[in-house]
C-alpha cells in the first residue's frame, strides 16, 4: 500500500495507471531491456517527484503504477516517463533503436486513469451526501458529467 505524501501545505495519496505501448506494437523487451527499464525509472524517482510503486511488462507495451504529487500535471509525469525511459533505453540498448528503425521507442498515445485506494466513485458521491450535521441539508449542485469541447 502506497503512503500519503507529506508536503508544508498539502497531503496527497495521487495514483495513476499509465500504459505506454512500444512502437509498432514491437516485442523487443528482453530480460536486459527490462532490467534497464526499471534501472531508469529508479533514476527519474530521484531526481522527480514520480513513484513507481510497480512496473509490469506485457509483450509489446508496459504497465506504470505511479504516486506523484498535485504540482505535476499527468501530462507532465507522463511526457518525463516516456521521454526520459526512451532516451535512456536507446543509449543503453542501440540494438533496440535499430529494431524500431531509429524512431522512437513509445507510440504517440498512451492510456492513464487514476487509481483510488480507498474507494470508487460511487463510495466518494455517498461520502459527500452524507457530510455535515444535518445529513438531510444535503443539496446536489451539480451530478452532470463535464464535457470537453474540441
Not at 24 to 45: F, H, P
Not at 128 to 139: H, L, P, T
Amino acid at each position: 500500500m502506497s503512503d500519503h505524501i507529506h508536503k508544508s501545505h498539502n497531503k496527497s495519496l495521487l495514483l495513476y495507471h499509465l500504459v505506454c505501448p512500444i512502437k509498432y506494437r514491437r516485442s523487443i523487451l528482453s530480460t536486459s531491456v527490462e532490467e534497464s527499464l526499471v534501472l531508469v525509472c529508479e533514476d527519474i524517482s530521484k531526481r522527480y517527484e514520480i513513484h513507481f510503486v510497480e512496473i509490469g511488462a506485457d509483450d509489446n507495451h508496459v504497465h506504470f503504477l505511479i504516486q506523484s504529487v498535485p504540482m505535476l500535471s499527468v501530462k507532465s509525469i507522463v511526457q518525463a516517463v516516456k521521454s526520459i525511459t526512451a532516451k535512456e533505453l536507446f543509449r543503453l540498448h542501440p540494438e533496440v533503436k535499430q529494431q524500431l528503425w531509429g524512431g522512437n521507442f513509445w507510440t504517440a498515445g498512451y492510456y492513464v486513469n487514476t487509481v483510488g485506494q480507498y474507494a470508487n466513485e460511487t463510495v466518494i458521491m455517498k461520502y459527500i451526501q452524507n457530510q455535515g450535521e444535518d445529513k438531510s441539508s444535503y443539496k446536489m449542485l451539480n451530478r452532470n458529467q463535464l464535457s470537453l469541447s474540441l
